[in-house]
């Protein structure tokens, strides 16, 4: 849920709402109005501190049999190296698998605050941190392509294969496809299924109460509201991975677009 604690069930706050996402500042400074220091804030340097820390411990002292700490991360380095990288890039893509793997891991890391107690929220779930990663993503795979191609970039993101006659509706589509619904597409994909997932938490978990306190009489169908939550939490589990999973493919696809030899 959010910073809302639930003291009494009078005050649960229901039906949840966009408020819900902006949560109060939780330092003394500031106004406890401000939104210079939030538990999204919070979330957002703990999951870079905790990336940074496992990394640097698991690979501190490599040994030929590896320590779980060692196997996790060679585990999960070697996962999207081999399955996303090489096989979207080819060869080519294992220079980029650090980048990507870092990218899966964090974006991991900071969907899963969504079904941790104490925080159960995404810092993902606000459209400025997917919009960030996804204009990285962006940036990197056009610098690649100008790179590779030079000036002829341009006609390579823009002109495909095809009857010139159909080019000059085409090139727009092209141009439309390639450089403004790729990021837009990567951002909102990310932050719109963050943001169901909690608002579908939100919904089940305070609902339980909000019934209980209406009407003693729906408690059978409170306990059947917090058993959807604690399904849903599992579910939620699930599209955490599945969305890192997701923005990392795509970003490797469209690297890969960038630094092939035909359209």
Same mark, same amino acid.
Request: charged letters at 10%; one cysteine or more.
């Given at each position: #849920?959010? &910073? ?9 706050? /229901? ?14 400074? &500031? @106004? ?20 940074? *820390?496992? +990394? ?33 890039? @080819?060869?080519e893509g294992v220079r980029f698998a650090p980048y990507l793997a870092t990218l899966f891991s964090f974006i991991f890391i900071m969907n899963i605050w969504a079904i941790v107690p104490g925080a159960q929220i995404s810092p993902n779930s606000h459209i400025a941190f997917p919009a960030i990663l996804a204009v990285i993503s962006w940036v990197m795979f056009i610098y690649l !392509? +100008?790179?590779?191609? !030079? $000036? !002829?970039? *341009?006609?390579? $993101? ?16 092209? /141009? /439309?496809?390639?450089? *403004?619904?790729?990021? +837009? ?8 299924? #963050?943001? =169901? %997932? ?8 305070? %609902?339980?109460?909000? #019934? ?15 058993? #959807?939550?604690? =399904?849903?939490?599992?579910?939620? /589990?699930? *599209?955490?991975?599945?969305? =890192? ?6 970003? =490797?696809?469209?690297?890969? %677009?960038?630094? $092939?030899?035909?359209?």
């Open positions: #849920m959010t &910073g809302q604690s639930i003291v009494l069930a009078a005050e649960v706050p /229901f039906p949840p709402s966009v408020e819900d996402f902006y949560l109060p500042s939780i330092v003394p400074w &500031g @106004g406890h109005e401000s939104y210079w220091f939030t538990k999204i804030t919070l979330l957002l340097w703990l999951s870079v501190a905790i990336l940074i *820390i496992f +990394f640097l411990v698991a690979s501190r002292k490599p040994q030929l049999v590896p320590t779980k700490k060692q196997w996790i991360a060679e585990s999960l380095y070697g996962f999207v190296r081999n399955n996303i990288s090489i096989d979207m890039i @080819g060869k !392509g +100008f790179r590779k191609h !030079g $000036a !002829g970039y *341009i006609k390579h $993101a823009l002109v495909p294969p095809a009857p010139w006659f159909i080019l000059p509706i085409l090139v727009p589509i092209e /141009f /439309f496809s390639n450089f *403004i619904v790729r990021p +837009f597409s990567l951002a909102v994909r990310l932050f719109a299924n #963050m943001f =169901a %997932g909690h608002m579908l938490l939100l919904v089940f978990t305070l %609902g339980g109460f909000a #019934m209980i306190n209406a009407n003693l009489w729906l408690a059978p169908v409170s306990v059947l509201s917090w058993v #959807m939550a604690i =399904a849903l939490t599992f579910l939620d /589990f699930a *599209i955490c991975a599945l969305q =890192a999973y997701v923005f990392t493919v795509l970003t =490797a696809s469209y690297i890969q %677009g960038s630094l $092939a030899e035909e359209h």
